[in-house]
């Protein structure tokens, strides 16, 4: 069932989204060489406690931290470590946090310049994707016009979307229903119409090669079959009447 919230559940997932975006412009902040993954989820684990907040993905079906940090061709839930960062690495960090009884979880992809062209623009694509598939929140459209936005403007720019991960509804519970695919099933103008109220993770999940990933012996890590590179954006989009909301940005 989708849950549509209402404007005082919505100024709850607001203020779970500034926590957000305020811990993910402090890890980005942080993003250097010689920084390792465990530093950056220790800064974000402070962030967190000291906002009263709750890390949402702690705990969560066993997962073991606050941040998921996938480096390169790891496409999403790389568990933070002593690795540490090197010039040409991309890392995208996934956070989401708990506050007075709604989650928000947001996304970015950083790279540690310098990057190839190819990779410069798989960033910027996949961010342009997702800046054009919140576009689609509106009461009058459809949950494929999301999905579908996302999958036609990467794959026109001639890179891959993943498959074995979606978007999701979003508010009491971190992940609800609906799925966001980022690809067209259901495709554009069909599945759930959009309704005033409803909060979704918008994430696209974008690479260089092949969209076929696998799974690390952590369990957790997602990489791509063929080692190209992975981007992954992320924001909480509610649907009003004026139109998308970002609940997770700045």
Avoid at 121 to 128: A, E, W
Avoid at 155 to 181: N, Y
Wanted: proline share 7%; hydrophobic share 45%.
């Amino acid at each position: 069932m989708i849950v549509c919230k209402s404007a005082v559940e919505l100024e709850k997932m607001r203020a779970a989204g500034r926590v957000v975006a305020k811990v993910l412009e402090t890890v980005v902040a942080r993003v250097a060489p010689g920084v390792t993954t465990l530093e950056l989820e220790e800064v974000a684990e402070r962030q967190i406690a000291a906002a009263g907040a709750e890390a949402a993905f702690k705990g969560y079906h066993g997962y073991p931290c606050v941040l998921c940090t996938s480096v390169n061709d790891e496409v999403v839930h790389g568990i933070p470590s002593e690795r540490k960062l090197e010039r040409g690495d991309i890392v995208s960090i996934d956070v989401g946090v708990k506050l007075d009884g709604f989650f928000a979880d947001a996304a970015t992809t950083v790279a540690l310049e310098p990057v190839s062209p190819e990779v410069a623009r798989l960033l910027r694509v996949t961010r342009q994707a997702l800046d054009r598939a919140m576009g689609q929140a509106r009461p009058d459209r459809y949950l494929g016009d999301i999905s579908a936005a996302v999958q036609e403007y990467v794959e026109a720019a001639g890179f891959s979307v993943v498959r074995e991960f979606v978007g999701h509804g979003i508010g009491a519970a971190l992940h609800e229903e609906p799925p966001v695919p980022n690809y067209a099933t259901p495709t554009k103008g069909r599945g759930p119409k959009l309704e005033v109220g409803m909060v979704l993770a918008i994430e696209p999940m974008v690479t260089n090669g092949s969209p076929a990933v696998k799974i690390r012996p952590d369990r957790w890590t997602a990489v791509t079959a063929d080692g190209s590179y992975a981007a992954h954006f992320e924001h909480c989009v509610a649907v009003t009447p004026n139109g998308p909301w970002i609940l997770t940005e700045p």
